[in-house]
């Protein structure tokens, strides 16, 4: 169990909790997705779920950018990068990813030039600081790092700088609820919506879940009493048979958005008709692709990309946990052949990964309490 | 990648690219601004950062609250290292490039 005491406001965080027992009704199983990944950290961080009576149920969600990602791009990515004059340009994220012959760190042993980079405007000035060689970056990200990538080739093409180009993984939120709320084996009562994502794309784009689906969404902060007051509006909502889009994290995300980063975004980038998404398959409208009239910076009209699909391991269930059907604890594979330490499946490797974060905060505890250490 | 880091506007650096010079927990690092044309931050403002971008205006409460927040994540030392290294070749803070 929890202690209250440890929170920075434990008045607040209890009033939280007593006002979710109260309006959580005994009779009712309540199961909730929190989309995000950075909630799903907070959540097992926090313990949380010991705050919450045992009839609501957190799902983790396809909000991990890293875990989403198919194998076969990471592939792609790396078969261009494997052309001598390629520098691979990536986030920290995506540095332990397994592609199927290794991670971008593993290439980088093998000799290949890796390089980690903290912005977008980082690989455009390596590709500017090394005229003789073409930076590739390896784009990732929802709506929270989209709009950096757009401003970055906006950037380049007014430079005109000509070694640069982008490999485009980032992929949009809505489409993933979708196709979560369109999956047969998920019933959902709500949802606690995305924090960061919704600074850029603000509140509107998730009112058709309340309208059409009959879902409410509360759009949340990440701290411990954010989440909870969250699940406190979303209770209220059912309880009294609505379904809304509100707002819980008004101090940062404003209901239009951010409108330059969404001006960005459409400057640069438009939809893929289709896109695949790990363990989800293929989402209709899911992804980004750089327009025709970047066409110069994009690496997938720029090179010949092997378009390579690669199904899973099959014991691996990380479709399965990334909907929320299964827990992390549930699929085969986990806290034996999977660690975050050997990760099989990408859930595994992110901080933000549902599997990561319940190894490193549930497993471990339970592992250290059975007097028995995890492997590391 | 997806958690937001605090960081206080030092100055705003004049020129045709909008950009700044922000500070991260004693850290200084020379940020973008150009998605929130539409509601330039001032010197003294405080902003959240993702890759490099300052993405939103927010209270010194706010900012101190989220701080706080990625310490108890275990973030923090992610978020400053992250900070530490914008600027990649920057000939202003002397680094050249790094690998």
């Known amino acids: 169990m929890k202690y209250v005491d440890e929170f920075r406001d434990p008045r607040l965080i209890r009033r939280a909790s007593d006002e979710v027992r109260r309006l959580a009704d005994p009779a009712r199983h309540y199961r909730l997705m929190e989309v995000c990944g950075g909630h799903t950290h907070a959540i097992y961080r926090f313990g949380l779920k010991d705050l919450l009576p045992d009839n609501i149920e957190l799902i983790h969600g396809p909000g991990c950018p890293v875990c989403v990602l198919p194998m076969g791009r990471i592939d792609d990515g790396l078969a261009i990068a494997a052309r001598a004059d390629v520098i691979f340009a990536a986030f920290g994220d995506m540095m332990r990813v397994p592609g199927t012959t290794g991670s971008p760190l593993e290439h980088k042993a093998r000799g290949m030039d890796v390089r980690i980079v903290y912005s977008p405007l980082d690989a455009l000035k390596l590709a500017q600081a090394n005229p003789g060689k073409h930076v590739l970056f390896f784009a990732i990200g929802f709506e929270t790092t989209a709009p950096s990538t757009a401003l970055t080739l906006l950037r380049a093409k007014a430079l005109g700088v000509s070694n640069f180009s982008v490999f485009c993984n980032h992929v949009t939120i809505v489409p993933a609820i979708r196709a979560i709320l369109d999956s047969p084996d998920m019933r959902l009562d709500g949802f606690i919506g995305p924090g960061h994502v919704s600074t850029v794309i603000g509140c509107r784009p998730y009112e058709w879940i309340a309208q059409n689906e009959r879902k409410p969404i509360v759009v949340s902060g990440f701290e411990p009493l954010d989440i909870l007051q969250s699940v406190v509006m979303l209770l209220e909502q059912l309880h009294a048979g609505e379904a809304r889009v509100e707002n819980q994290y008004k101090r940062v995300v404003p209901w239009e958005g951010n409108r330059a980063a969404l001006r960005a975004m459409a400057e640069v980038f438009e939809l893929r008709p289709y896109f695949e998404w790990r363990g989800m398959g293929f989402i209709s409208q899911s992804a980004l692709r750089v327009r025709d009239s970047f066409a110069q910076w994009d690496a997938e009209q720029r090179f010949d990309v092997p378009g390579v699909r690669v199904t899973d391991p099959k014991a691996a269930q990380c479709g399965e946990v990334l909907k929320g059907v299964l827990k992390p604890a549930q699929c085969k594979l986990f806290g034996r052949e999977c660690t975050p330490e050997h990760p099989i499946g990408a859930l595994m490797v992110s901080s933000e990964g549902s599997c990561a974060a319940y190894y490193n905060y549930e497993h471990r505890k339970s592992l250290a309490m059975a007097g028995l250490d995890a492997h590391d | ?99």
């Open chain 2, 1 to 99: 990648m997806c958690l937001a880091i605090p960081g206080q506007i030092v100055e705003v650096v004049p020129g045709a690219v909008a950009g700044a010079v922000v500070e991260v927990v004693g850290v200084r690092r020379r940020i973008d601004l150009g998605l929130l044309l539409d509601d330039m931050p001032v010197a003294g403002d405080w902003v959240l950062i993702h890759v490099g971008f300052a993405m939103s205006k927010i209270s010194e409460n706010d900012a101190r609250e989220q701080m706080e927040l990625l310490r108890m994540l275990g973030e923090c030392e992610a978020a400053v290292e992250e900070v530490a290294g914008y600027g990649l070749g920057d000939e202003d803070d002397g680094r050249g490039q790094a690998s």
